[in-house]
């Protein structure tokens, strides 16, 4: 790697590549792996890191929405992708791009049906999500008598699987109702097979579900933030690398006396003589407000700078006082010794908000170590 000059978010594909392995140790060999690549890849770069997974051998993708599996397409990204959460507006992408919908109600249900149907479609592709006890979106298991009479009805759609989502995997505290999803979701989908003359795939777990349930993977699993570099827990962050690092540069240093304030509404009053370096990232590029004012911190030169004053939108400030450093130097704002984990956790967020806030405006680089 070069050395950094601007704000810039470094993608690890070798990282990648251990955090698939590691996930693929976990579960049997017949077992599908679902990579979840919503939100531009979880902060990175979704093109790359798709393109990366389909080499390692990932079998299908999951997105949010339409829009994000279209931009896959158009690269050439060619397996299965499931949008967990489509809209009718956009069942014409969903069909004309090849994406297979998650329907999750039975109005949604009749609704990409009859679209199906104008279609001209036979045996379309599509998920049923059963809510068994996330309470977001999902069937509930008394809607299943007319979830069957409308599949039997048509033949312009087939189900591709049947799934559900764990509300609190990775909380042992909440071990007893992970239990009771699973059982719930055991008994829907034997109900459903029983009716059904060919057998969907069937999936519930996700990152933590791998790792803390691994007798439940049925046959395949849905893995997220783990591929990126997080398990959800201490013991198994051990076995992850954080896929990226986000960089950036000291733009200019400030000596500031005793009595003079920092930044907006002057949030920070110095009390003694300090040296402060100002860097070129702020909470338009995903570095929130909360972090300011001794809060947040980054690293230079192996030490920490805390955040002074508040955070501006394209600005942050930090105090060097007791660091040696240069205008110019590189500034770790978080990626493997302070990780994106450490940094939520100062202001009791979690590693998923940090990493998908990260703006599209700052410089993405690929590499492989």
């Not at 919503?38 to 999951?62: P, R």
């Not at 992708?81 to 969903?94: A, R």
């Not at 994106?340 to 940090?354: D, H, K, Q």
Request: aromatic residues 8%; negative net charge.
């Amino acid at each position: 790697m070069q050395k950094t000059t601007e704000t810039t978010l470094e993608i690890n594909l070798s990282a990648l590549e251990h955090n698939y392995n590691y996930i693929r140790s976990k579960v049997k060999p017949s077992t599908k792996i679902l990579a979840v690549v919503k939100a531009f890849g979880y902060g990175s770069d979704a093109v790359e890191v798709a393109k990366e997974l389909v080499d390692l051998g990932a079998e299908y993708f999951a997105v949010a929405y339409s829009g994000e599996g279209e931009q896959l397409r158009d690269k050439g990204i060619e397996i299965p992708i499931l949008v967990l959460h489509p809209l009718p507006t956009n069942f014409k992408v969903i069909i004309h791009r090849c994406l297979e919908p998650s329907i999750y109600s039975i109005k949604m249900l009749r609704e990409f049906v009859a679209f199906a149907e104008t279609e001209q479609q036979q045996n379309y592709p599509i998920h049923l999500k059963f809510n068994t006890g996330l309470n977001r979106l999902g069937f509930i298991a008394s809607e299943i008598p007319e979830i069957l009479e409308i599949l039997q009805n048509s033949e312009s759609i087939k189900v591709r699987s049947i799934f559900s989502h764990l509300a609190a995997s990775e909380d042992q505290a909440e071990r007893e109702f992970t239990l009771k999803q699973l059982k719930s979701f055991s008994e829907i989908s034997e109900e459903l097979l029983k009716s059904l003359n060919y057998k969907p795939l069937l999936h519930t777990l996700n990152t933590s579900g791998i790792l803390n349930f691994p007798e439940s993977q049925y046959d395949m699993v849905r893995c997220g933030i783990g591929l990126y570099g997080y398990g959800n827990s201490v013991s198994e962050n051990k076995h992850l690398q954080p896929v990226v690092t986000l960089k950036t540069v000291i733009s200019q240093i400030h000596y500031l006396a005793p009595g003079d304030t920092l930044g907006y509404n002057r949030a920070f009053t110095v009390k003694e003589p300090t040296k402060t370096a100002t860097l070129p990232i702020g909470h338009a590029d995903g570095i929130s407000r909360a972090y300011g004012n001794g809060v947040g911190w980054v690293t230079i030169n192996g030490q920490k700078a805390p955040i002074q004053g508040n955070v501006c939108m394209d600005m942050i400030m930090v105090a060097i006082t007791n660091i040696d450093c240069n205008e110019g130097d590189e500034v770790v704002v978080f990626g493997n010794t302070t990780t994106a984990e450490n940094l939520s956790n100062a202001i009791n967020s979690i590693p998923y908000e940090l990493l998908t806030a990260i703006s599209q405006r700052i410089k993405r680089v690929v590499y492989r170590k």
